[in-house]
T-cell receptor
Framework: KQEVTQIPAALSVPEGENLVLNCSFT??????LQWFRQDPGKGLTSLLL?????REQTSGRLNASLDKSSGRSTLYIAASQPGDSATYLC??????????FGRGTSLIVHP | ETGVTQTPRHLVMGMTNKKSLKCEQH?????MYWYKQSAKKPLELMFV???????ENNSVPSRFSPECPNSSHLFLHLHTLQPEDSALYLC??????????????FGEGSRLTVL
Protein backbone atom coordinates (compact mmCIF):
# COMPACT_ATOMS: atom_id res chain seq x y z
CA LYS A 1 0.00 0.00 0.00
CA GLN A 2 1.38 3.41 -1.00
CA GLU A 3 2.31 5.76 1.82
CA VAL A 4 3.17 9.41 1.28
CA THR A 5 5.06 11.50 3.82
CA GLN A 6 5.65 15.24 3.75
CA ILE A 7 8.38 16.98 5.67
CA PRO A 8 8.33 19.42 7.34
CA ALA A 9 4.76 19.51 8.67
CA ALA A 10 5.04 23.26 9.17
CA LEU A 11 7.41 25.96 8.02
CA SER A 12 7.67 29.68 8.79
CA VAL A 13 10.07 31.81 6.78
CA PRO A 14 10.70 35.49 6.10
CA GLU A 15 9.72 36.91 2.77
CA GLY A 16 12.29 36.46 0.00
CA GLU A 17 13.69 33.12 1.09
CA ASN A 18 14.04 30.20 -1.29
CA LEU A 19 12.55 27.08 0.22
CA VAL A 20 12.16 23.37 -0.38
CA LEU A 21 9.23 21.17 0.56
CA ASN A 22 9.76 17.43 0.61
CA CYS A 23 7.50 14.55 -0.35
CA SER A 24 8.46 10.88 -0.10
CA PHE A 25 6.54 7.80 -1.23
CA THR A 26 7.05 4.12 -0.47
CA UNK A 27 6.05 2.52 -3.79
CA UNK A 28 8.15 3.79 -6.70
CA UNK A 29 5.76 2.31 -9.31
CA UNK A 30 3.85 5.55 -9.80
CA UNK A 31 2.26 7.06 -12.91
CA UNK A 32 2.59 10.61 -11.73
CA LEU A 33 3.09 12.90 -8.76
CA GLN A 34 1.07 16.04 -8.28
CA TRP A 35 1.60 19.08 -6.04
CA PHE A 36 -1.34 21.09 -4.74
CA ARG A 37 -1.89 24.26 -2.79
CA GLN A 38 -4.77 24.68 -0.35
CA ASP A 39 -5.84 27.95 1.24
CA PRO A 40 -7.84 27.74 4.51
CA GLY A 41 -11.38 26.48 3.97
CA LYS A 42 -10.90 26.16 0.23
CA GLY A 43 -10.40 23.37 -2.28
CA LEU A 44 -7.08 22.14 -3.60
CA THR A 45 -5.47 23.96 -6.50
CA SER A 46 -3.19 21.95 -8.77
CA LEU A 47 0.28 23.48 -9.01
CA LEU A 48 2.39 20.98 -10.93
CA LEU A 49 1.98 17.46 -12.30
CA UNK A 50 5.06 15.34 -13.00
CA UNK A 51 4.58 12.24 -15.11
CA UNK A 52 6.67 9.19 -14.20
CA UNK A 53 8.84 9.65 -17.31
CA UNK A 54 9.71 13.23 -16.34
CA ARG A 55 12.32 14.55 -13.92
CA GLU A 56 10.91 17.99 -13.22
CA GLN A 57 8.28 20.57 -14.03
CA THR A 58 8.41 24.34 -13.68
CA SER A 59 5.76 27.01 -13.37
CA GLY A 60 6.85 30.54 -12.58
CA ARG A 61 8.65 30.55 -9.22
CA LEU A 62 7.79 26.90 -8.61
CA ASN A 63 9.90 23.92 -9.61
CA ALA A 64 9.04 20.33 -8.77
CA SER A 65 11.41 17.42 -9.21
CA LEU A 66 10.82 13.69 -9.15
CA ASP A 67 13.25 10.88 -8.34
CA LYS A 68 11.33 7.63 -8.59
CA SER A 69 14.25 5.41 -7.64
CA SER A 70 14.63 7.11 -4.27
CA GLY A 71 10.90 7.67 -3.82
CA ARG A 72 11.20 11.43 -3.48
CA SER A 73 9.80 14.63 -4.89
CA THR A 74 10.67 18.19 -3.93
CA LEU A 75 8.82 21.44 -4.49
CA TYR A 76 11.13 24.42 -4.73
CA ILE A 77 9.66 27.89 -4.20
CA ALA A 78 11.92 30.75 -5.23
CA ALA A 79 11.80 34.19 -3.63
CA SER A 80 8.87 33.38 -1.34
CA GLN A 81 6.09 35.94 -0.83
CA PRO A 82 3.40 36.35 1.86
CA GLY A 83 0.86 35.28 -0.77
CA ASP A 84 2.55 31.87 -0.89
CA SER A 85 1.28 31.16 2.63
CA ALA A 86 -0.91 28.05 2.37
CA THR A 87 -0.82 24.30 2.89
CA TYR A 88 1.03 22.36 0.20
CA LEU A 89 0.08 18.75 -0.47
CA CYS A 90 1.61 16.12 -2.72
CA UNK A 91 -0.19 13.09 -4.14
CA UNK A 92 1.27 10.01 -5.83
CA UNK A 93 -0.81 7.97 -8.31
CA UNK A 94 0.13 4.36 -8.91
CA UNK A 95 -1.36 1.23 -10.41
CA UNK A 96 -4.84 1.88 -9.03
CA UNK A 97 -4.72 5.43 -10.56
CA UNK A 98 -6.26 6.72 -7.35
CA UNK A 99 -3.90 9.27 -5.75
CA UNK A 100 -2.48 8.83 -2.26
CA PHE A 101 -2.05 12.12 -0.42
CA GLY A 102 0.47 13.25 2.15
CA ARG A 103 -0.62 15.22 5.22
CA GLY A 104 0.74 18.46 3.79
CA THR A 105 3.21 21.18 4.76
CA SER A 106 1.73 24.32 6.30
CA LEU A 107 3.75 27.30 5.07
CA ILE A 108 3.74 30.81 6.51
CA VAL A 109 5.75 33.50 4.77
CA HIS A 110 5.92 36.61 6.93
CA PRO A 111 6.74 40.09 5.66
CA GLU B 1 -18.42 27.54 -16.74
CA THR B 2 -15.26 25.50 -16.41
CA GLY B 3 -13.59 23.22 -13.88
CA VAL B 4 -15.29 21.49 -10.99
CA THR B 5 -18.27 23.15 -9.29
CA GLN B 6 -19.68 22.16 -5.91
CA THR B 7 -22.98 23.25 -4.35
CA PRO B 8 -23.87 24.27 -1.77
CA ARG B 9 -20.67 25.86 -0.49
CA HIS B 10 -21.98 25.83 3.09
CA LEU B 11 -24.59 23.58 4.69
CA VAL B 12 -25.88 23.37 8.24
CA MET B 13 -28.11 20.43 9.08
CA GLY B 14 -29.58 18.68 12.06
CA MET B 15 -28.92 15.02 12.76
CA THR B 16 -32.37 14.01 11.51
CA ASN B 17 -32.24 15.97 8.25
CA LYS B 18 -31.69 14.66 4.73
CA LYS B 19 -29.62 16.78 2.38
CA SER B 20 -27.46 16.34 -0.72
CA LEU B 21 -24.19 17.74 -1.97
CA LYS B 22 -23.76 18.22 -5.71
CA CYS B 23 -20.65 18.20 -7.88
CA GLU B 24 -20.42 18.97 -11.57
CA GLN B 25 -17.32 18.82 -13.75
CA HIS B 26 -16.93 20.52 -17.13
CA UNK B 27 -13.57 18.95 -18.02
CA UNK B 28 -14.71 15.87 -19.93
CA UNK B 29 -13.21 13.56 -17.30
CA UNK B 30 -14.28 9.99 -16.66
CA UNK B 31 -13.48 9.62 -12.98
CA MET B 32 -15.01 11.53 -10.05
CA TYR B 33 -14.14 11.40 -6.38
CA TRP B 34 -15.50 12.41 -2.98
CA TYR B 35 -13.00 13.30 -0.26
CA LYS B 36 -13.58 14.30 3.36
CA GLN B 37 -11.29 16.77 5.11
CA SER B 38 -11.68 17.19 8.87
CA ALA B 39 -9.77 19.65 11.01
CA LYS B 40 -6.20 18.53 11.64
CA LYS B 41 -6.70 15.25 9.76
CA PRO B 42 -5.35 14.17 6.39
CA LEU B 43 -7.53 14.06 3.31
CA GLU B 44 -9.74 10.94 3.39
CA LEU B 45 -10.89 9.28 0.20
CA MET B 46 -14.58 8.30 0.42
CA PHE B 47 -15.81 7.17 -3.00
CA VAL B 48 -14.55 6.87 -6.56
CA UNK B 49 -16.62 6.56 -9.72
CA UNK B 50 -15.22 5.70 -13.14
CA UNK B 51 -17.57 5.91 -16.13
CA UNK B 52 -20.51 6.15 -13.70
CA UNK B 53 -19.53 2.92 -11.94
CA UNK B 54 -18.42 2.94 -8.32
CA UNK B 55 -14.92 1.55 -8.13
CA GLU B 56 -13.99 2.47 -4.57
CA ASN B 57 -15.86 2.68 -1.29
CA ASN B 58 -13.41 3.39 1.48
CA SER B 59 -15.46 1.82 4.29
CA VAL B 60 -17.76 4.83 4.44
CA PRO B 61 -20.80 4.61 6.78
CA SER B 62 -24.12 4.02 5.04
CA ARG B 63 -25.44 7.41 6.18
CA PHE B 64 -23.39 8.73 3.22
CA SER B 65 -24.89 7.58 -0.09
CA PRO B 66 -23.21 8.54 -3.38
CA GLU B 67 -24.91 8.78 -6.75
CA CYS B 68 -23.31 9.26 -10.17
CA PRO B 69 -25.96 9.57 -12.91
CA ASN B 70 -23.39 10.40 -15.59
CA SER B 71 -19.68 11.16 -15.91
CA SER B 72 -20.24 14.88 -15.31
CA HIS B 73 -22.33 14.78 -12.15
CA LEU B 74 -21.76 13.35 -8.71
CA PHE B 75 -23.97 13.60 -5.64
CA LEU B 76 -23.48 12.77 -1.99
CA HIS B 77 -26.75 12.14 -0.19
CA LEU B 78 -26.63 12.70 3.56
CA HIS B 79 -29.03 11.36 6.19
CA THR B 80 -28.99 10.95 9.97
CA LEU B 81 -25.49 12.36 10.22
CA GLN B 82 -23.48 12.76 13.41
CA PRO B 83 -21.70 15.90 14.66
CA GLU B 84 -18.34 14.23 13.89
CA ASP B 85 -19.34 14.23 10.22
CA SER B 86 -18.88 17.99 10.19
CA ALA B 87 -16.07 18.62 7.70
CA LEU B 88 -15.14 20.03 4.31
CA TYR B 89 -16.32 17.68 1.57
CA LEU B 90 -14.30 17.92 -1.59
CA CYS B 91 -15.16 16.67 -5.05
CA UNK B 92 -12.49 15.98 -7.67
CA UNK B 93 -12.26 14.64 -11.21
CA UNK B 94 -9.58 13.15 -13.46
CA UNK B 95 -9.24 11.14 -16.63
CA UNK B 96 -9.13 7.90 -14.62
CA UNK B 97 -7.62 4.60 -15.78
CA UNK B 98 -7.17 3.49 -19.36
CA UNK B 99 -5.79 6.84 -20.42
CA UNK B 100 -3.22 6.74 -17.68
CA UNK B 101 -3.62 8.41 -14.31
CA UNK B 102 -4.26 12.02 -15.18
CA UNK B 103 -4.20 15.30 -13.35
CA UNK B 104 -6.66 15.64 -10.48
CA UNK B 105 -8.85 18.75 -10.29
CA PHE B 106 -10.79 19.77 -7.19
CA GLY B 107 -13.86 21.85 -6.53
CA GLU B 108 -14.00 24.54 -3.83
CA GLY B 109 -15.63 22.18 -1.37
CA SER B 110 -18.85 22.08 0.64
CA ARG B 111 -18.45 23.01 4.30
CA LEU B 112 -20.88 20.83 6.28
CA THR B 113 -21.85 21.50 9.88
CA VAL B 114 -24.01 18.92 11.69
CA LEU B 115 -25.75 20.21 14.80
Amino acid sequence: KQEVTQIPAALSVPEGENLVLNCSFTDSAIYNLQWFRQDPGKGLTSLLLIQSSQREQTSGRLNASLDKSSGRSTLYIAASQPGDSATYLCAASGGSYIPTFGRGTSLIVHP
Amino acid sequence: ETGVTQTPRHLVMGMTNKKSLKCEQHLGHNAMYWYKQSAKKPLELMFVYNFKEQTENNSVPSRFSPECPNSSHLFLHLHTLQPEDSALYLCASSQGPGQGAGELFFGEGSRLTVL
